[in-house]
């Protein structure tokens, strides 16, 4: 057994959708233009921010969606050059862009829709700099990526950089290993949803409900 | 010896049979003239296929230097055209080796002068399935890491590794059966190297099917059933190509083959199609049948917007057991007719695996999308009415093109350098 398992607690009864965590991701990664690692989605609604439902019956609510950082991940097993692994000190998945191919095997292979994204052509900017932290790699054409529980934050024993900035408080990080971290007690306390776990990835992000 | 050339040039100029008893000697001159048109026809279809070729190679590099977004391939259609002709190639190399095989193997008769042509158009199948791989690829410069960080897990890592030995098993079958035929070689080293050709050819089917039957996160694709089902499809689009090839060579005069093995020849692509059908009627059911997800994949297929590649399928399914299964309609034009269409149905096999893969999104709430999730076409269509999430760009249908000339090519260049004609026929 892995001595750490990092993971992620998301209170889906606190967020606004403000987006704020994946601006923040967009920032401390330099995400190229039109690449989002941590998206919002809107549940149930037919567009963004739009309820479900028919009035005046209505509901609505969000929650946001990277990398699952997958305790058995579908992605790691099926990259012909280990491109992408799971680190076993602390299951967080990573990349390594320097190493990848570009089969997109392992698009394919994850079942969260869309957590992981291509690079169709040389990475382009909005911004004349770069932004967020320079131990970021850069980013480069053709090769996936994904979100990396910032693991440049993660070195210097910083929380990855979503974290902080949400205003509603609903993001939650530590290791799940350990009974008295502040995810664990949470999930112990309170009503919680893994997404997809019918596929038997256990995803180490878990959403309060 | 010269007697053997009649069937050539009684196909070919037309020159009726009393006339040539009568004019020998001219005939023979003039059957001189057309090999020798003929030769020259070669030469120059094999310098057109290589023009095409290296357009092809040039699409290719502007791909990759201007990136892949000229593609229609995007996040959520990850996969394209050139995943699809992959599938359809590597199906289409079976037909060759398992005629030329299976025979030889089991000692039971052979299927005539085809099994030489039938291996080398196996050969050049194969060659093509893996340039469709290596045109699909982010980074085809890193292709050495796959050698020097290979992942053994990875289905697509053991696809690799088995076409690599089936392409030399092919070769080294190949020129095994040409010793032989020469009396140079031993008929039992033949029937050993036979038997191993066999045993790659299932393999390498299967194996292919697990690149996508082992993702569980795709309904569509996580089934026990896509291995022996690829194996199934190969058969039928693999033997089809063989029968297509050998009417083009007899008709040509190049190949003398009895109407009797041509015959027994379609009956097993009777056979193929309805077993490759019986899958497909097996997956659907176990699909469907508990309702849920599994439904809206055979909705998907019978109704939804896959539905013309899914009927024609199962149409061409039916006129090819019709025509392969009734005496009556094994003509060369029908059988030719039969063939192709099942080679197309394969196609639009592959269409529906991976297109039908991608077409339902796991989590499909409303969101922002990370990169362009959908390519044009699939974004143009996906707020109107429930379109398909992807249709090939004209750079892919150009590549695409260009990979099959090099494909004619190989295989022009085989027919014209390989002894792989009877002696007497080959020009
Ligand atoms: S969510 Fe997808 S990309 Fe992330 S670890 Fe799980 S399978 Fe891999
Ligand atoms: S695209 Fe890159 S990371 Fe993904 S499976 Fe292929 S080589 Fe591995």
Redesign the pocket.
């Known amino acids: 057994m892995a001595e750490q398992r990092l993971g992620m607690v998301i209170d889906m009864k606190g967020c606004i959708a403000c987006s704020s965590c994946a601006m923040a991701c967009k920032i401390e990664n330099n995400l190229p233009d039109e690449n989002w690692w941590n998206r919002v989605l809107t549940v149930g609604g037919e567009n963004r921010d739009t309820p479900s439902g028919t009035y005046p019956n209505l509901s609505m609510e969000s929650m946001t969606l990277a990398?699952?950082?997958?305790e058995n991940?579908?992605?790691?097993r099926v990259c012909p050059v280990g491109a992408t692994v799971k680190r076993e000190e602390d299951g967080v998945?990573l990349q390594d862009y320097d190493k990848c191919i570009g089969c997109r095997m392992?698009i394919a292979?994850?079942?969260?829709t869309g957590?992981?994204s291509f690079n169709w052509e040389e990475p382009k900017y909005c911004l004349p700099f770069a932004t967020g932290d320079a131990d970021v790699p850069s980013h480069q054409k053709h090769v996936v990526e994904?979100c990396t529980f910032c693991n440049h934050r993660l070195a210097k024993g910083e929380a990855p950089a979503c974290i902080e900035p949400c205003p509603a408080r609903v993001r939650f990080f530590g290791d799940l290993n350990d009974p008295s971290s502040e995810v664990s007690k949470l999930i112990s306390s309170r009503k919680y949803q893994q997404l997809l776990v019918e596929r038997g990835?256990n995803?180490s992000i878990y959403y309060l409900v | 010896m010269t007697e053997k050339i009649k069937p050539a040039n009684a196909q070919s100029t037309q020159d009726s049979q009393s006339e040539q008893d009568v004019q020998g000697v001219q005939s023979s001159q003039s059957t001189q003239s057309t090999q020798d048109s003929k030769k020259q026809a070669s030469l120059v279809a094999i310098i057109v296929t290589a023009v095409i070729a290296i357009a092809g190679i040039a699409l290719w590099i502007f791909q990759l230097t201007d990136g892949m977004v000229n593609t229609n391939m995007r996040n959520l259609d990850s996969w394209g055209l050139y995943i699809i002709m992959f599938m359809l190639f590597v199906g289409l190399s079976a037909g060759g080796l398992i005629i030329s095989s299976v025979p030889r193997v089991f000692g039971i008769r052979g299927f005539g002068a085809i099994g030489k042509v039938a291996t080398w158009v196996s050969i050049c199948c194969t060659v093509l399935a893996v340039a469709f791989v290596v045109v699909d690829l982010g980074g085809p410069l890193r292709l050495w890491e796959l050698v020097a960080y290979a992942n053994i897990s990875s289905p697509l890592m053991w696809d690799i590794i088995v076409l690599t030995l089936y392409l030399i098993i092919s070769i080294v079958y190949l020129w095994a059966t040409i010793r032989t035929d020469n009396g140079t070689g031993s008929p039992k080293v033949l029937r050993i190297l036979s038997v191993f050709a066999l045993i790659a050819a299932v393999l390498v089917h299967t194996v292919t099917a697990w690149i996508f039957g082992l993702q569980i996160a795709h309904e569509f694709w996580y089934t026990a059933l896509l291995g022996p089902w690829f194996v199934s499809s190969a058969l039928v689009s693999g033997l089809a190509l063989v029968l297509v090839v050998a009417a083009i060579l007899r008709k040509s005069g190049r190949l003398e083959l009895e109407n009797k093995d041509y015959s027994r020849m379609v009956m097993l692509l009777g056979v193929f199609t309805a077993v490759d059908l019986y899958f497909f009627g097996c997956d659907l059911l176990t699909s469907g049948f508990p309702g849920g997800t599994g439904a809206d994949i055979v909705a998907l297929l019978t109704t939804g917007v896959l539905a013309p590649y899914f009927w024609f399928e199962v149409v061409s399914g039916a006129i090819t057991m019709i025509i392969a299964f009734s005496p009556s309609l094994r003509r060369p034009s029908l059988i030719v007719l039969a063939s192709v269409i099942s080679i197309v149905a394969i196609l639009c096999k592959r269409i529906q695996l991976l297109i039908g893969g991608f077409q339902i999104a796991n989590i499909q709430h409303a969101t922002v999308s990370s990169g362009p999730a959908l390519s044009e076409s699939g974004q143009a269509f996906a707020n109107v009415a429930p379109a398909l999430v992807y249709f090939p760009s004209a750079l892919e249908f150009g590549i695409v093109i260009g990979v099959l000339s090099l494909g004619a090519f190989l295989l022009l260049l085989g027919l014209r350098m390989l002894p792989l004609l009877p002696a007497n026929l080959q020009n």
Do not use: L
């Open positions: 990398c699952q950082h997958c991940p579908a992605c790691t998945v392992c292979a994850c079942p969260y957590v992981r994904k990835t995803p």
